[in-house]
T-cell receptor
Framework: EPEVTQTPSHQVTQMGQEVILRCVPI?????FYWYRQILGQKVEFLVS????????KSEIFDDQFSVERPDGSNFTLKIRSTKLEDSAMYFC???????????????FGAGSRLTVL | AQSVAQPEDQVNVAEGNPLTVKCTYS??????LFWYVQYPNRGLQFLLK??????LVKGSYGFEAEFNKSQTSFHLKKPSALVSDSALYFC???????????????FGKGTKLSVIP
């Protein structure tokens, strides 16, 4: 299975600015996810996306966050007005083909490091 | 709520010696358990999983893990460590498929494994 590609690898932004993180999974996969890891802490679930709709989201995923799949291939995470505590590594993931639940084994991207100043 | 504990931030082991990375979990009902590994500048890579069946699960690169229901543990093991095994290891849990509920993965905070030549 090809890897998941994430861009940018690192982004530095000022507090209050909008940030868009991009992920290119394989277009015929149905299940996509965003996770994040604050430095030294756990990898935390943000949101899952199934069949072009949000299927599940965590408490972290508040109104400042949104996800889209604008062109059927790219999968984006937008943070509307970044806060200092949004500084983290953000991981995109997809569910693998042949998995009946679509959620058992995930293929992750290398991550996008976001630094909010 | 489901949770994972990896009690060791770092594990050091000499090359050729057996290694163990510990993981305990909490989940409602039957668990699905996973180990992922992260090498520098790479995404999380799937190592192995326990869904059902034999308590001893074998995965990639000679790793194995033992599911212990009474101790709610899923420790990662390898009989003979290699320097190339040095990486960050994440344990993850989710509730088994039941037709409803949350299927997001919950990760531990990771254990850094250093194999000393």
């Amino acid at each position: 299975e090809p890897e998941v590609t994430q861009t940018p690898s690192h982004q530095v932004t000022q507090m209050g600015q909008e940030v868009i993180l991009r992920c290119v999974p394989i277009s015929n996969h149905l299940y996509f996810y965003w996770y994040r890891q604050i430095l030294g802490q756990k990898v935390e679930f943000l949101v899952s996306f199934y069949n072009n709709e949000i299927s599940e989201k965590s408490e972290i995923f508040d109104d400042q966050f949104s996800v889209e799949r604008p062109d059927g291939s790219n999968f984006t995470l937008k943070i509307r007005s970044t806060k200092l505590e949004d500084s983290a590594m953000y991981f995109c993931a997809r569910g693998n083909r042949g998995d009946p639940s679509g959620a058992n084994v995930l293929t992750f991207g290398a991550g996008s490091r976001l630094t909010v100043l | 709520a489901q949770s994972v504990a990896q009690p060791e931030d770092q594990v050091n082991v000499a090359e050729g010696n057996p290694l163990t990375v510990k993981c305990t979990y909490s989940v409602s009902g039957n668990p699905y358990l996973f180990w992922y590994v992260q090498y520098p500048n790479r995404g999380l890579q799937f190592l192995l999983k326990y869904i059902t069946g034999d308590n001893l699960v074998k995965g990639s690169y000679g790793f194995e893990a033992e599911f212990n229901k009474s101790q709610t543990s899923f420790h990662l093991k390898k009989p003979s460590a290699l320097v190339s095994d040095s990486a960050l290891y994440f344990c993850a849990v989710r509730a088994a498929y039941s037709g409803a509920g949350s299927y997001q993965l919950t990760f531990g905070k990771g254990t850094k494994l250093s194999v000393i030549p």
